[in-house]
């Protein structure tokens, strides 16, 4: 199927999508703030550039789109069905890059959360992520991933 845009006018559509200060992580910073934790967004002392940073806890969470970052088993990961080979490429090189830096992190002393976009549509399901990742902070696990098919699905 051919796209219904010209090249140039999808080319300003897709610059226009942000790659910080997204509503799933607005609204993810503002449930934490509410607990009482305190934290830097977007530290360039830290590998990644993760979107949240706790440097008391010495660790990182990422806010996933999951689009963009390709969520397994997750009805919002679509694929585009024009330009194919390029946006598997694409999201083959975003899957790759989220890998190296989780993997970078962890090597290097950070703990490291992920959460997906799917896991903060809603406000209970904010909440609920921001309780998890409260939890998580003061525990010893090194890693979190927060959104699942439970949360794809409600």
């Avoid at 009805?75 to 989780?102: G, H, I, L, M």
């Avoid at 549509?121 to 921001?130: D, F, I, L, T």
Wanted: net charge positive; glycine share 6%; charged share 25%.
């Amino acid at each position: 199927m051919a796209d219904i845009v010209d090249h140039q006018t999808r080319s300003r559509m897709m610059a226009g999508i942000r790659g910080n200060n997204t509503k799933p992580e607005l609204a993810l910073r503002r449930a934490l703030h509410a607990r009482g934790l305190r934290f830097r967004l977007h530290s360039t002392k830290v590998h990644g550039r993760p979107d949240i940073v706790f440097f008391k806890y010495n660790a990182a969470i990422f806010v996933h789109g999951c689009f963009w970052h390709r969520h397994e088993d997750c009805p919002y990961t679509t694929s585009p069905t024009t330009r194919a080979d390029f946006w598997q490429a694409k999201f083959e090189a975003n899957v790759a890059r989220d890998n190296a830096v989780r993997q970078k992190l962890l090597e290097s002393g950070w703990r490291v959360a992920t959460v997906w976009e799917c896991a903060v549509r809603k406000p209970a399901q904010v909440s609920a992520s921001a309780a998890k990742l409260s939890a998580w902070l003061c525990s010893e696990e090194l890693q979190i991933e927060i959104g699942g098919n439970n949360a794809c699905r409600s």
